[in-house]
């Protein structure tokens, strides 16, 4: 007789093997802080570290990470939920290097998924501001020179530009290692925009302060005074108004002296001759003593005479009022300001600040979305929905590929302009596309292409720049021209 087998076994091994769909279900991580899921404490930190450029730039805010961590409560991957262009590598960079506790469920322990915000702030610097110089409002304050001690002081004469931008910078006072502290600073602040049609220039003092010696507190006291204003227009006429005052009364000055001409008389005539000639100057009072001597054998002559010296008064009021009523001072002068430009240019360094912040680098494809791959000239894709064929299509067993065209704005936000491929699975893409939010650096609009590839139950999509220029502004012209020109023909 054969042995009778037992049945006992099997059904033993398929006991064990019943609690198989538990463990797929716990594939996805849970989320921590939900209902029955207690948040996980942080026991390692990393603090991040503030990209340089960002720094110069004055980028700050807030980047929020989705971190997933394992069940031994290490940094399993991460996403970027919020982003900060500038400063989202550092935020990811920091995050990898945390560690958490583990999270238990049920006494065992799960993976979980986190959300953390990570703070990129900058504390303006202390100015001391003149009346009239704009609000600082970005910035960094002078960093102290490495290797030094005992303080120092330096001193900058800055132009703002219309942005308010420090436009260009020169030293006024101070050595190397404090002047070149200082110029570091003034390329990262920005002031409210100055009036228009007018150029601000101002100084700005840093004084580095040591307290105890080398190793005691260190600071720097800003101060920004001399406020110098300058209007695009106000140059000519200020300097045309004093030149043609002292013409006018160089004018009046000379009538007196006709006026004192004509009477014969001796005694009269020096007493008007006099007054004239105090107000003109001694020019004319050399050439009265030889005319009363005539004035009594002649009358003819006395008017002849008193017309000549009005020529030469009327030739030395171009030159007398110009500085200070005679022309060697204006002589003096003018060869006086050029040494002292010259003296105060060749001392100090010069150093013209760029407006515009440094150039962005050009946008190139990064992706935090599953199975969706960039090309070259596509910008970061930050989130958005993962390509899925929709039920119906799995059901039917639809594949293919459909090609979604669309526009991404300065903000980031998709438009969908056209889809072309299966009915069935159309939708599914431009709804993926229409989810999608990209990272950009560029201030125009992208025009990109998204090619989905549905087969099965696996979905990819290649996103890559539309080949041809955007369609936009070239196709409306070709399209509409045509009809206005037979349209008014018909009629």
Known sequence: MRPVLSLAPLLAVLTVAAPGPPLAAQEEPLTAGSEGVPAPKRTKHVQPVYPQEALAQGIRGIVILEIVLDEKGKVQSTSIIRSVPGLDEAAIAAAQQWEYSPTKVDGKPVRVRVTVPVVFSLALP????????????????PAWPAGTSGGGLAR?????????????????????????????????????????????????????????????????????????????????????????????????????APAAAPPAQTRPAPADETKAPAQERPAAAEETPPAPAPAE?????????????????????????????????????????PPAMAGATAPPPVEVITAPPPALPPESGVSAIRDVTLEAGVPDLTRGRRPVAPPLARMAGATGTVEVAFSVAIAGTTTVQSATGPDLLKPAAEQAVASWVFRRTRADRAYLVAVFTYTGDKSSVVVRPQAAPPAGPTAPPSVTAPPPGPAPQQP
Do not use: H, Y
């Open 297 to 337: 054998e002649r009358p003819a002559p006395r008017p002849d005479t008193a017309p000549a010296p009005a020529a030469p008064t009327a030739q030395a009021p171009p030159s007398a009022p110009a500085e200070a009523g005679r022309p060697a001072p204006p002589a003096a002068a003018a060869p006086a300001t």
């Open 126 to 141: 202390t100015l001391s501001r003149q009346t009239g110089i704009p609000e600082l409002r970005q910035g960094v304050s």
């Open 156 to 256: 900058a004469e800055v132009t703002l530009e219309a942005d308010g931008r420090v436009g260009a910078a020169r030293i006024l006072e101070g050595g190397p290692p404090w002047s070149e502290a200082l110029l570091a600073a003034l390329k990262t602040w920005r002031f409210a925009p100055p009036p228009e049609d007018e150029v601000l220039s101002f100084r700005v003092e840093a004084e580095f302060l040591s307290e105890g010696g080398g190793r005691g507190d260190k600071r720097v006291n800003l101060e920004a005074t001399g406020l110098q204003r300058s209007g695009l227009l106000e140059g000519p006429p200020s300097p045309s108004s004093p030149a043609a005052a002292p013409p006018t009364a160089v004018a009046e000055a000379a009538p007196p």
